[in-house]
């Protein structure tokens, strides 16, 4: 019984057809990294030129100023809507666990962000301060 199963393995295995695998016939196409651009390392890159890019996307990081870290949701969205009114639609809601993060603006240059800063400070905002993050392409300006 050992032989006649050891001799059907055997065979089964000398029966498999090789397959030759020919790597020259791949055509992968080349990943559509995301561009990260940051402006205190390359200033060289112009927005004009990426706005053509044909990568899935563009990152781009620079600042906003904070205003708020809850971890209740409605005291966020209360905040979001008050400051909506008075800085305009780039007021952002980031959940970073636990808590919810208000936040202003998309500038490039540290600059512009301290100005509104110093802005939400007499406003009533001591608490604002500048942090980094990732903004978006479209909206830069600040308020």
Do not use: C, H
């Not at 905002?125 to 830069?140: G, T």
């Amino acid at each position: 019984m050992r032989i006649t199963l050891i001799f059907s393995m055997l065979t089964f295995l000398g029966a498999q057809e090789k397959l030759i695998f020919d790597t020259s016939l791949l055509n992968d196409p080349e990943p559509k990294w995301p561009i990260i651009l940051n402006s205190l390392w390359d200033d060289s890159l112009l927005l004009e030129d990426l706005s053509q890019s044909e990568n899935t996307e563009i990152i781009l990081e620079g600042f906003r100023v904070q205003v708020l870290a809850t971890q209740s949701l409605q005291k966020a969205d209360r905040l979001k809507g008050i400051l909506s009114e008075k800085y305009g639609s780039e007021i952002y809601i980031n959940f970073e666990a636990p808590n919810y993060k208000v936040r202003v603006g998309n500038f490039i240059l540290k600059a512009d962000a301290e100005k509104l800063r110093s802005i939400l400070n007499v406003s009533g905002y001591p608490q604002a301060w500048i942090i980094r993050s990732r903004i978006d392409l479209q909206r830069i300006g600040g308020n």
